[in-house]
């Protein structure tokens, strides 16, 4: 069975600079990926800090019908990469139904962050 949107060629992919190696293993990160539509980019930020923005357009909307928390292989369809799956733990997750501003971003690791 083949899910409308997944699949090559209906994938949008943007790369993000390295930023957990040994010396983060064993430590809590915040992450957090804006996706903005209108303005057709997605950013990526590490403990409150943007690391990079991209371009990014999702035609014709973002769509999260087959979303798995931690697991990038779906249950069916047709996947691009057979094994993608997030190793750790998450201890909180949250999505909004808007693009977050960068200050936004950095007042929720302010907000949770570590003592």
Same mark, same amino acid.
Not at 54 to 68: C, G, K, N, V, Y
């Given at each position: ?5 997944? =699949?090559? =060629?209906?994938?949008? &992919?943007? %790369? @993000? ?5 040994? /010396?983060r293993? =064993? /430590? ?6 804006v ?14 800090? %943007? ?5 990014? /357009?999702? !035609?014709?909307?973002?769509? @999260?019908?087959?979303? %798995?928390?931690? &697991?990038? @292989?779906?249950?069916? +369809? !047709? ?7 997030? &190793?750790?733990?998450?201890? %909180?997750?949250?999505?909004? /139904? ?8 950095? =007042?929720?690791? @302010?907000? +949770?962050?570590?003592?």
């Amino acid at each position: 069975r083949q899910i409308p949107g997944w =699949g090559h =060629g209906k994938v949008r &992919n943007a %790369e @993000t600079p390295q930023v957990f190696g040994p /010396s983060r293993w =064993g /430590s809590w990160a915040h992450v957090a990926f804006v996706y903005n539509g209108p303005a057709g980019k997605v950013s990526m930020f590490l403990d409150g800090q %943007e690391l990079a923005a991209r371009p990014m /357009s999702a !035609d014709p909307l973002l769509i @999260t019908s087959a979303l %798995e928390i931690g &697991n990038w @292989t779906p249950v069916s +369809g !047709d996947p691009m990469s057979p094994i993608r799956a997030f &190793n750790g733990r998450l201890d %909180e997750f949250l999505m909004f /139904s808007r693009a977050l501003s960068p200050e936004e971003i950095q =007042g929720l690791w @302010t907000a +949770g962050r570590p003592l």
